[in-house]
């Protein structure tokens, strides 16, 4: 039933992402609907197979690498649905789709795991501190996407001859304050993760903290430099865009020193 809930999911998002690259096309595109609901239901199935492996397991299902990347899928996939509409960013969910897609196939990929409920006496803290970790990932993720949006509407900006879907992108400043406020709301979240592992009392692997604040760090950095006016328009987009490419590739190690770990 777990593994049917997350075949039903990547269903949702592919066809929610195949329907609007269709209509793009096709220059029939009306943003907001059906992408907005095929996100939707990606993410409730989603959060059934959270709650079925959730319960079987009595924690957190982030305890494989496979539930790790589907638990970062269904957190892009939330933030998303949180963020985008109070942005009426509706062209995001296109371009969001894709990437909540492959970390979901990734996901159901990898070789499963063996779980044996009770195995390990769950830590709420720590539990607290991954998820909020993960779900930091999610809008660092969106962040990223939202970036990457950017650099295409200002490439359309400068093209003679703009693509069809140029019409449907939202504005370049629209983007530029989104990115920011996702960035924010992925720093606050990391923060928050920061402080539960601290409250685990040494159970979280100090590597894992110094992975994570490397990631803490960049993130600060591009804040910092975007308040600075150092990083703005093309710049931010691109730092944003780079550094999430960079968080998912520190992730797998992450996820061993948390394995080793435990």
């Known amino acids: 039933m777990e593994r049917i809930a997350l075949l039903v999911a990547s269903l949702c998002y592919l066809s929610g992402f195949g329907v609007t690259l269709f209509a793009l096309g096709a220059g029939r595109f009306r943003p907001g609907r059906f992408d907005l609901l095929a996100m939707g239901l990606g993410a409730a199935f989603q959060t059934w197979y959270l709650l079925l492996k959730g ?3 009595h924690a957190c ?7 790790t990347l589907v638990f ?7 933030i998303y649905l949180v963020i985008g509409p109070a942005y009426r960013l509706s062209l995001m969910g296109a371009f969001t789709a894709p990437l909540v897609l492959v970390l979901q196939i990734g996901g ?6 063996a779980s044996t409920p009770g195995l390990f006496r769950p830590e709420p803290w720590v539990e607290a501190h991954a998820a909020l970790s993960l779900v930091a990932f999610g809008a660092f ?5 939202s970036g990457v949006m950017f650099l295409i509407q200002e490439g359309q900006l400068k093209s003679r001859r ?4 140029f019409h449907h992108l939202p504005p370049i400043t629209d983007l530029d304050r989104a990115t920011l406020r996702l960035v924010l709301i992925g720093l606050i979240l ?13 159970s979280v692997q100090s590597g894992k903290y110094g992975f994570s604040l490397v990631i803490w760090l960049l993130y600060s950095g591009i804040l910092a430099g975007s308040r600075a006016g150092l990083l703005v328009g093309r710049r931010l987009a691109a730092a944003t865009a780079a550094a999430f490419l ?12 948390s394995r080793s770990h435990r």
């Open 141 to 145: 993720g969106l962040a990223g996407i």
């Open 190 to 202: 990391l923060t928050a993760g920061f402080a539960t592992g601290l409250l685990s009392r040494g």
């Open 55 to 57: 319960g079987a397991l």
């Open 61 to 67: 299902p982030i305890g494989t690498p496979a539930d």
């Open 72 to 78: 970062l899928s269904w957190s892009t996939a939330l």
């Open 108 to 113: 159901l990929l990898l070789p499963g795991e």
């Open 246 to 257: 960079l968080s998912l590739g520190l992730l797998p190690v992450i996820e061993h020193l």
């Open 162 to 165: 703009p693509a069809p879907i």
